[in-house]
Structures are given as C-alpha cells and as structure tokens.
C-alpha cells in the first residue's frame, strides 16, 4: 500500500517551456503533499507542502511563482514550473503522508533537464 | 539549527556482513518520528524503517533494524546478511508528532564490495 505515482518521470525541453509535474498518491488520500529538489550528491530540499484546498507553504528562498503548486484533491499535486532555465534542472520528487508522524511515501521522481 | 546528523558521508561494507549507519537527531518535542529511507541510484526514495519515539522495542523490518537510544538521540540504522542491491545513498529522517516539518540528514553513501 501508499503507493505514489509521480509523472513525467524524465523531461527534456527547451528554456522557455513551462513544465507540468503530476503527483498522485494511488491507494490512499493525502492530506499533505511535499514537493523536494535534489541536487546530485546532497540531500532533499524541501520546496513547499501542499494542503489539499489551500495554498502551498513555500519554504524561504523558494520562488512562489516560479514553481506553481496546486493541490487540487486528496490524490493529486501538481509542481509547474514556469518558463524554466537551465537553471532549473534538476531532480524534483513528490511524496505524500496520511498522517503527522507517519512516513511519507515517495514518487519516483522526475529529472527535469532545460537546454 | 541541524536536526539530523549523519556524519558517515560514505560507508563500505563486505558482502553478506552487517553494517550499521549513524544517525543523531536535536529535538525539543516530546513525541517524534524517525525513519530511514533509501535512495538507489536510480533515484526513487524507498522507505525502510520507522520508530516511534514513545516505542519501548527497536523497530525491525527484516534485514534492517534500527538502533534506537533516546538518551543519546541516536538512532542508528543496522543492515544484516548485506546485498549487493544495498548499495545505495541512505538518509535518516525525523518528524515531530504533529506539524508537517519532515527533517532529512544528509545522507550515507553505502556500496556493499563483492
């Protein structure tokens, strides 16, 4: 069970392009969503959580309107990210939890690569 | 402040031998979560172990037990019997009882030598 199904797992588009991440969480309703960047060798960057029916809580230094989120029911967030950058290349991963305290369960991430 | 210490940024381990990765926490609240998670590379984070911070007994999930000392705010990951398939980045994780906060460490490099 708490399977996460996050899609496109890879892209590869030109600078300019707004790009759509779908974030689904397949067996159960999540009432939170988090959305992390990872660079190669670090650890996750939290981005933003997303409450179903709410704004996102972006963390400090995080672009609101460059990485648009929406949550627009219990299984599904979605990370745009508009007009991207080489820059903006990297590895974003979704996950989602049932509860506070609980773990969270992860898509299988996408690498996003802007030329 | 950092929440999650790891301070082995890569481990190597004997095949089919048992290795423990270190991980302390800093926490002011009185109940929390704490959870290893691994990440191979073809990136997906896999969930491992979970330990409740009120849990009288160490988790364990097969091969993979966690050694948890709240005196000391440790809790360490133990890998018994391990794989080649093990090789992989770990992170350990804590996350108070209530709130959405979600800390990872920074992760353990581990490559198990045939």
């Known amino acids: 069970g708490a399977v996460v199904s996050q899609h496109p797992s890879r892209v590869i588009c030109k600078s300019g392009t707004s790009v759509k991440i779908e974030c689904r969480s397949l067996?159960?309703?999540?009432?939170?969503m988090f959305w992390y960047r990872q660079f190669p060798k670090q650890s996750l960057m939290l981005m933003a959580t997303?409450?179903?029916?709410?704004?996102?809580?972006?963390e400090q230094g995080v672009e609101k309107d460059k990485f648009l989120i929406n949550h627009a029911s219990l299984t599904l967030s979605t990370l745009t990210v508009t007009s991207a950058h080489p820059e903006d290349s990297s590895f974003y991963i979704c996950?989602?939890?049932?509860?506070?305290?609980?773990?969270?369960?992860f898509g299988d991430g996408t690498r996003l690569s802007i030329l | 402040a950092q929440k999650i210490t790891q301070t082995q940024p890569g481990m190597f381990v004997q095949e089919k031998e048992a290795v423990t990765l270190d991980c302390t926490y800093d926490t002011s609240d009185p109940s929390y979560g704490l959870f290893w998670y691994k990440q191979p590379s073809s990136g997906e984070m896999i969930f491992l172990i979970y330990?409740?911070?009120?849990?009288?007994q160490n988790a364990t999930e097969g091969r993979y037990s966690l050694n948890f000392q709240k005196a000391r705010k440790s809790a360490n990951l133990v890998i018994s019997a391990s794989q080649l398939g093990d090789s992989a980045m770990y992170f350990c994780?804590?996350?108070?009882?209530?709130?959405?906060?979600?800390?990872f460490g920074t992760g353990t490099s581990l490559t198990v030598i045939p």
């Open positions: 067996d159960f309703q999540a009432t939170t």
């Open positions: 330990q409740g911070s009120y849990d009288q």
């Open positions: 997303s409450n179903e029916g709410s704004k996102a809580t972006y």
């Open positions: 994780a804590m996350s108070p009882a209530t709130g959405n906060q979600f800390y």
């Open positions: 996950s989602a939890r049932i509860l506070d305290n609980q773990p969270q369960h």
